[in-house]
Antibody
Framework: EVHLVESGGGLVQRGGSLRLSCAASGFTFSSYWMSWVRQAPGKGLEWVGSIKEDGSEKYYVDAMKGRFTISRDNAKNSLYLQMNSLRAEDTAVYYC?????????WGQGTLVTVSS | DIQMTQSPSSLSASVGDRVTISCQASQDISTYLNWYQQIPGKAPKLLIYDASNLQAGVPSRFGGSGSGTDFTFTINSLQPEDFATYFCQESDNAPPYTFGQGTKLEIK
């Protein structure tokens, strides 16, 4: 059974940094694109970015370019999201998901709260 | 960037009803359109990919159609567990991709 488990969320001050992790199991992690999607409280879904199977290609939504970095460690079956210069509007539940063009498995999400 | 417009934003229906949700893209995206279901407090779940393909394990009462800029998501014979929020998402060209704003389906 596929499992994606996010961790690393929490309360951080504006301007601070946080690194989210996503532990994958139950599938061949190194064979799939992986993505991060976020959802602000009471709002819709927002694509954050995606990373190719071998990490050679990465894509980000414009609002996060230069502040957020996606990486992966295929030996550890893990996906990461490094978030810097955090803003109040980055407060959201962050989901990792397998795939890129469509997201066929999702983790349960981890909440990031940016305090001002 | 491609903009996705979903309608309606909310919808009330009864168990057994047939419901339809629309999604319009700001430019031609062929059939690169996906639909997700999100139950409150849970992660989204992929239901339909590439406009009309049912994801494995998803009941056949869910369906999708359309191409170009106009797409439709349908639930036949609503079940109690179908009351949720539904999102469309375009996947044309390279990431990042855009979601629609969501349609909340409530019990009448």
């Amino acid at each position: 059974e596929v499992h994606l488990v996010e961790s690393g969320g929490g309360l951080v001050q504006r301007g601070g940094s946080l690194r989210l992790s996503c532990a994958a199991s139950g599938f061949t992690f190194s064979s799939y694109w992986m993505s991060w999607v976020r959802q602000a409280p009471g709002k819709g879904l927002e694509w954050v970015g995606s990373i190719k199977e071998d990490g050679s290609e990465k894509y980000y939504v414009d609002a996060m370019k230069g502040r957020f970095t996606i990486s992966r460690d295929n030996a550890k079956n893990s996906l990461y999201l490094q978030m810097n210069s955090l803003r109040a509007e980055d407060t959201a539940v962050y989901y990792c998901a397998s795939g890129a063009s469509y997201l066929f498995n999702w983790g349960q999400g981890t909440l990031v709260t940016v305090s001002s | 960037d491609i903009q996705m417009t979903q309608s309606p934003s909310s919808l009330s229906a009864s168990v057994g009803d047939r419901v339809t949700i629309s999604c319009q893209a700001s430019q031609d995206i062929s059939t690169y359109l996906n639909w997700y279901q999100q139950i409150p407090g849970k992660a989204p779940k992929l239901l339909i990919y590439d406009a009309s393909n049912l994801q494995a394990g998803v009941p056949s009462r869910f369906g999708g159609s359309g191409s170009g800029t106009d797409f439709t998501f349908t639930i036949n014979s609503l079940q109690p567990e179908d009351f949720a929020t539904y999102f469309c998402q375009e996947s044309d060209n390279a990431p990042p991709y855009t979601f629609g704003q969501g349609t909340k389906l409530e019990i009448k």
